[in-house]
């Protein structure tokens, strides 16, 4: 570790500001789709983006002030970081589910996605790269994309076209993630990748809002 990384206030200043409006907005979106709306649907949507927010959190900690702490401490909170992550998707999956599914849950589901999450912890332990979250969440986004498409075409939903763009803008995003794609010396492929979730989010956002209490 370089003396300049130890003395910078923020070592990977875009990444980590990046990652804390994604907190901002993910407890915004959070409390605000929950203050409004009460269904299953609403409220483990709602749900996500906390879990989201707090995942990105820690990611903009680690990213950050990384350096100031110890290999022990960067472990556990990106670990942690992976594991918000993780859930988030698992939640917007649920919340899906729910909403084509009489806005109940069922718990054949849940147990499916809890040891496919802890196959995921598993393999995180192992591994802590980025693309095992990416290889964890894409098969569940893309099973939450066809959910949403089928809503759209089926109910009509407004809100299910907003969702499913939400969906396909992350799933954008984590291909630029994953494709090392620099632009500037200070928008590395990680900031590209927050912009776009951002992006994401607020289709997601919007379109949560559209659905209608069931």
Do not use: R
Request: net charge positive; proline share 2%; hydrophobic share 55%.
């Amino acid at each position: 570790m370089s003396m300049s990384e130890k003395s910078s206030i923020i070592h990977e200043p875009m990444t980590s500001i990046t990652d804390f409006l994604i907190f901002i907005l993910g407890c915004y979106y959070g409390w605000y789709t929950l203050s409004l709306l009460n269904s299953v649907f609403h409220l483990i949507w709602g749900i996500s983006f906390f879990v989201l927010g707090f995942g990105a959190l820690l990611g903009g900690v680690k990213h950050g002030f990384g350096p100031k702490f110890s290999k022990t401490q960067k472990k556990i909170i990106w670990f942690l970081t992976l594991i918000f992550v993780g859930i988030s998707s698992q939640c917007l999956f649920l919340s899906l589910f729910a909403l084509i599914n009489n806005n109940s849950i069922n718990l054949v589901v849940i147990i499916i996605l809890f040891l496919h999450f802890l196959f995921y912890v598993f393999k995180v332990l192992k591994n802590d790269k980025f693309l095992n979250a990416i290889k964890f969440y894409l098969p569940v986004l893309l099973i939450s994309l066809t959910i949403s498409l089928y809503t759209f075409l089926v109910t009509g939903y407004t809100g299910a076209m907003f969702i499913s763009i939400g969906i396909v803008v992350t799933l954008v995003a984590s291909l630029v993630q994953t494709s090392k794609i620099i632009l500037h010396k200070h928008f590395n492929n990680n900031d590209f990748f927050h912009v776009l979730q951002i992006i994401g989010m607020y289709f997601l956002y919007i379109g949560g809002l559209e659905i209608p209490e069931i």
